[in-house]
């Protein structure tokens, strides 16, 4: 295990500094070199709005700058910075670390799914299997040959799938999801809250074609109902209960 009590004294255009300070602990790990994974530790400063992002990076211009990690927007939309922090998926650019309580800070690549380096992973597997529930609208008449110019809904319509379009596709509800760990074929609540937010568009004609794909055994009978996936969404999409209401169809409740 590698330490490193201070900052470096290179200097930014943005540095921290604060009396305040945690530890933080970096799973480092190369595939393509290591047997096993090991953690790396720095002592950082922070302020009560730095994010885990900022601390990561601040490691990653100050300290190491083989850190790998995956971030783009800082600011919960792009969905790029997931990981296990202290043993929980959440967004580094969207988690503080005064609320995290903690004076130790671990971060983790995401579980159930493969590792770069780092703290980086692929998504091979979650863009997949969204593209396997055809997450677009599917009409006939989707190529418009009369004077119409849109496919007007009404606020009650929109409020049936609205929730659940919020997706960013991060990965972290696939990644606290338990059967995803033990079923490397289950398409997983990114995948199924995706299919209902289809299914559930007044607009799209596609439902049966949705259902037949995700009614098998592999597909939406895999879900135990943890519920674990909803508790980590950082948009509120509710997986889970895209899932039941899902379910609700293909067991005759909803028309």
Request: aromatic letters at 8%; hydrophobic letters at 35%.
């Amino acid at each position: 295990m590698a330490q490193v009590s201070h900052i470096a004294n290179e200097q930014t255009s943005t540095p921290i500094s604060s009396s305040k300070s945690v530890t933080l602990r970096i799973a480092r790990y190369n595939p393509e070199h290591d047997d096993s994974s090991k953690f790396m530790e720095f002592t950082i400063p922070y302020e009560r709005w730095t994010t885990v992002l900022e601390a990561i990076l601040e490691v990653k211009k100050h300290l190491d700058h083989s850190v790998a990690v995956r971030y783009s927007c800082r600011q919960a939309t792009c969905g790029s910075c997931g990981m296990m922090i202290n043993g929980k998926p959440r967004l580094a650019c969207f988690t503080k670390i005064s609320e995290l309580n903690s004076d130790v800070i671990t971060v983790e690549p995401m579980n159930n799914f493969p590792i770069i380096r780092d703290l980086a992973v692929k998504f091979e597997r979650l863009f997949d299997t969204h593209h396997k529930i055809k997450p677009y609208l599917i009409r006939d008449d989707a190529d418009l040959v009369s004077d119409e110019r849109e496919f007007l809904q009404s606020p009650e319509e929109v409020e049936q799938y609205i929730q659940f379009a919020n997706c960013i596709k991060c990965g972290l509800c696939n990644s606290a999801c338990p059967t995803m760990a033990t079923d490397s074929s289950f398409v997983g609540p990114q995948a199924l809250a995706q299919a209902y937010r289809y299914v559930a568009d007044s607009r799209d004609k596609g439902k049966d074609s949705r259902l037949k794909i995700i009614d098998e055994s592999h597909g939406i009978w895999r879900c135990h109902f943890a519920g674990s996936c909803s508790q980590v969404c950082p948009k509120g999409v509710d997986p889970a209960m895209g899932i039941q209401l899902l379910r609700g169809y293909l067991l005759g409740f909803r028309g």
